[in-house]
């Protein structure tokens, strides 16, 4: 499986991605579905392969390979892709188990295959993984809209066919810069550079409880995760009452995930004040990105939100609005890489050892329609690894066609502790209840 030609180089976004992983920083993100069809069939290796064919060629993400990850990198299309190097079948049905373990492995990325892999379980469970820097979260969610669609059109006497041949001229999307203005404006700039020689003590996180600092030495990559499922009938009676404050779904989750924090930080932590909260923002609208493209189009707004116990729905109608309102300002974000010069390595280095940059992060990639047809996808996952440098929890929401929720909660040990983390999924849930009477 030779492979030679170059596409082009990466962005300002995907090479932030793609030297994380190369350090071993960062593995995949996985979003992982359950195929049903409505005579009970499973989803055999002829009709998978067949339909992946489909995928393959229709989403240029996925037949490439990196270049130069230490230096300048760019993307190289693959000649073909052989799935069954890429594809494997599984007897087991444990789906936190199997994303868990997705996110504990990273690419080898120096071998001629693609930046993705599946995990198919004996439920029907589709699992795939995939290098984030050839999509974001809801490149995941387009990758099985599209395999779904071709399902659907597959007949069971399919034959096995394990290689897909790569068009000599594909076109990747282009990186986000090219896309939308992501240039930062001059205060923006001048406020990073005067954080770069205060002390931490001196600024906003000084005073804000992140969880373990990172560790100076880089640790193995063995990321927890905790599956917390909310049924459709909740969801639907909690859209209500967000709805009836004026609040989003993720507005409340944000507000929920900080008062579930303040019960549960430390009592040595009582010199801290506040938390640091970042939450994902899709720039597929000011790029003008279809939803159903695979791409690396998202920033996250950063915010400190006061510690504090108790819930208040007036701060996560006010969150809302404020995540509105940053749907075009937080592109700066992503736009402040350029001041890096290309230097990725050694601003990942610098991060070993110091203060965690936030508290927890919030990626909500939506609700997924339903659709018509023999074949559905329900029961969806989405989960990220990111637990080494990243915020001390992560989680990582989707909504399925049945309209139920699944929240991916994900973190290290050198983060937060595990029993920190089991009782924040616990108390989380919890929480999430009391709000719905």
Not at 12 to 28: A, G, K, N, T
Not at 96 to 104: C, D, K, N, Y
Not at 231 to 247: D, Y
Request: proline share 4%.
């Amino acid at each position: 499986m030779a492979s030679s030609t170059t596409l082009r180089s990466a962005g300002l976004l995907e090479c932030f991605h793609i030297v994380r992983h190369h350090l071993s920083l960062d593995s995949c993100v996985v979003v992982a579905a359950k195929y049903a069809s409505l005579d009970g069939r499973s989803l055999s290796q002829e009709t998978l392969f067949a339909a992946l064919k489909t995928v393959v060629e229709k989403h240029p993400s996925l037949c490439l390979k990196v270049q130069q990850e230490d230096a300048k990198p760019s993307y190289a299309k693959l000649d073909k892709v052989d799935l069954s190097l890429v594809v494997q079948f599984s007897d087991a049905e444990d789906v936190e188990l199997a994303i868990q373990r997705q996110l504990s492995t990273r690419f080898d990325t120096s071998a001629e295959l693609p930046l993705w892999r599946l995990q198919v379980l004996a439920n029907n469970t589709v699992v795939f993984a995939y290098h984030h820097g050839i999509g974001d979260g809801l490149s995941g969610v387009a990758f099985h809209m599209t395999l779904l669609d071709a399902v659907k059109v597959m007949t069971p006497n399919e034959s096995l066919q394990t290689i897909v041949e790569i068009p000599k001229s594909i076109a990747l999307p282009l990186p986000l810069e090219k896309v939308t203005n992501l240039r930062p404006s001059i205060f923006k700039i001048l406020a990073e550079i005067l954080g770069l020689f205060l002390p931490v003590s001196w600024t906003r996180l000084g005073s804000a409880w992140t969880g373990n600092p990172v560790p100076a030495a880089k640790p193995n990559l063995e990321p927890r995760v905790k599956l917390i499922t909310l049924t459709s009938s909740e969801m639907n009676t909690f859209s209500q009452v967000c709805r009836s404050h004026k609040a989003t779904v993720t507005s409340a989750l944000y507000v929920l995930a900080a008062t579930t924090i303040s019960r549960l930080i430390p009592p040595s932590s009582e010199k801290y004040t506040k938390l640091v909260a970042a939450v994902a923002i899709s720039l597929r609208g000011p790029a003008n990105a279809s939803a159903d493209l695979m791409c690396d189009y998202v920033t996250a707004h950063k915010s400190y939100p006061l510690i504090d116990t108790v819930f208040d729905w007036s701060k996560a109608t006010s969150y809302a609005t404020e995540l509105q309102r940053q749907r075009l300002v937080s592109r700066q974000e992503v736009g402040m890489l350029s001041l890096l010069s290309g230097n990725y390595i050694g601003f990942f280095n610098s991060q070993l050892g110091r203060k965690r940059g936030s508290t927890f992060e919030i990626s909500n990639a939506g609700r997924i329609a339903s659709s018509e047809g023999q074949w559905r996808i329900e029961d969806m996952v989405f989960a990220q690894c990111n637990v080494i440098l990243g915020s001390a929890l992560t989680m990582s929401v989707v909504g399925d066609p049945t309209g139920a929720m699944t929240i991916a909660l994900t973190w290290s040990e050198t983060a937060v502790d595990d029993m920190l983390a089991e009782a924040y999924a616990t108390e989380f849930v919890d929480g999430f209840r009391a709000l719905l009477v």
